[in-house]
């Protein structure tokens, strides 16, 4: 980003923080695309991801004033949206998480054969696949893979242990891999 976006972008930030409901609405408007793909990748349905999507950004309207211009925004909002679909797991955790410590391990080939299914497809159809995982699969599948969690991380993020992580990423792995060869074989039948 050069200097004049950047300055761009502070002006609209520190609008956003004095209350400035056209700037605020700007804002919203830059990465509104971004983050609603985010929300639907945790969330169980599109008015859940609607949901969780205007409490982030109630978050970073109400956080704003301590982003600091290092780093980027985008992350910055990014990190906030992710913790709002966190919050709201955990919020319906009772609903649907069972504590799974299972063993972990892939068999040999999975890395192999999950790259060779994937490529057969485009992003938004391995999305969709995503999708169809249940939501704690999908919720540790898009921290660990999508977002960059460690195992730890999200073990205390979603109050449960590192195993129970690296079991739910396998089974999520071992799912979506499942799916995925559905669909080829749908594609290709």
């Not at 599948?141 to 195992?151: A, D, I, P, T």
């Not at 073990?155 to 992580?165: F, P, R």
């Amino acid at each position: 980003m050069d200097r004049e976006d950047q300055d761009k972008l502070e002006r609209l930030v520190n609008e956003c923080v004095k209350g400035n409901r056209q700037a605020q609405k700007e804002l919203y408007k830059m990465y509104y695309g971004k983050m609603m793909s985010v929300c639907y990748r945790y969330a169980n349905s599109t008015d859940e991801a609607k949901d969780v999507l205007q409490d982030g950004f109630v978050k970073v309207f109400q956080h704003l004033k301590s982003y600091n211009f290092k780093g980027s925004l985008e992350g910055w909002v990014r990190r906030i949206i992710v913790n709002t679909a966190i919050d709201c797991y955990r919020k319906n955790k009772g609903v649907y998480f069972v504590e799974d410590e299972d063993n972990y391990i892939l068999d040999a080939n999975y890395s192999e054969s999950a790259e060779s299914i994937y490529s057969n497809f485009g992003v938004e159809v391995i999305m969709e696949a995503i999708q169809e995982l249940t939501p704690v699969y999908r919720t540790v599948f898009n921290l660990y893979v999508l977002e960059g969690y460690s195992h730890k991380e999200i073990a205390d993020e979603l109050e449960i242990n590192e195993g129970t992580s690296k079991s739910n990423l396998a089974k999520a792995k071992r799912n979506l891999r499942q799916i995925l060869e559905k669909k080829n074989a749908q594609k290709h039948g």
